[in-house]
């Protein structure tokens, strides 16, 4: 198994539609991420989680919102799925305790289209 | 929030060729990470470098820090069809990870 698992893989969604990306990982890390790749681009910060009580706005957080139910799970929310909220949706994980050369561990991704 | 510029944009190579590619940056970093993610996965940490100057190699894949610490190149030595994918590169020793723009490496068998 995964040790970052994304659920659901791929989702095809209507305009206005409430939509939860969930990620849960078992590496015991701390941190917790949300990215944006668009096609043919890099990754784009959404939000980051530091422990259950931290969460903090990335590069591009209008429009969205999480929630960090506990340590091993941390799910993005759409309220109102829009067009443009169309992307491939990746969760990542890192360790504080190596934090100045941690490594980010990345799930397989979440692909939504929203019509 | 620091800006890392890769360049190029987009490369496309015949198979055994060499090639550069540059993660630029105005900004410092204590250390710096090196990722690769393949069509339909998600990014794999290649390298990180800590210290200017420093060379790290991985096979045919040469990592090189700045000594100013504010940029690194890779270098691909007889290039692979396996080499295709996106590079990335990302600051380390931050409360959050910024990739920079990303280098998407074509190589042509």
């Known amino acids: 198994d995964a040790d970052v698992t994304q659920t659901p893989r791929n989702r095809i969604t209507k305009t206005g539609k409430r939509i939860m990306l969930e990620c849960s990982q078992t590496?015991?890390?701390?941190?917790m991420y949300w990215y944006r790749q668009d096609p043919g681009l890099g990754l784009r910060l959404i939000y980051y989680?530091?422990?259950?009580?931290?969460?903090n706005k990335g590069e591009i957080s209008d429009g969205y919102s999480v929630s960090r139910q506990a340590q091993a799970k941390f799910s993005l929310s759409l309220e109102s799925a829009i067009p443009n909220q169309t992307a491939l949706y990746f969760c990542?994980?890192?360790?504080?305790?190596?934090?100045?050369?941690?490594?980010?561990?990345f799930g397989e991704g979440s692909r939504l289209t929203v019509l | 929030t620091q800006l890392l510029e890769q360049s190029p944009q987009f490369l496309s190579i015949q198979e055994g060729e060499n090639l550069t590619v540059y993660c630029n940056s105005s900004?410092?970093?204590?250390?710096l990470q090196w990722y690769r993610q393949e069509p339909g996965e998600g990014p794999v940490l290649l390298v990180t470098?800590?210290?200017?100057?420093e060379v790290k190699k991985l096979k045919r894949l040469t990592f090189q820090f700045g000594d100013a610490r504010k940029d690194s190149s890779l270098h691909i030595t007889a290039a692979q069809p396996g080499d295709t994918g996106l590079y990335l590169c990302?600051?380390?020793?931050?409360?959050?990870?910024?990739f920079g723009t990303g280098t998407r490496l074509k190589v042509l068998a």
């Open positions: 989680s530091f422990d259950v009580k931290d969460i």
């Open positions: 590496k015991g890390h701390d941190r």
């Open positions: 990302v600051p380390g020793g931050t409360y959050k990870y910024i």
């Open positions: 990542a994980t890192s360790d504080s305790l190596r934090a100045s050369t941690g490594e980010l561990f």
């Open positions: 470098v800590v210290t200017g100057g």
């Open positions: 900004s410092v970093f204590s250390s």
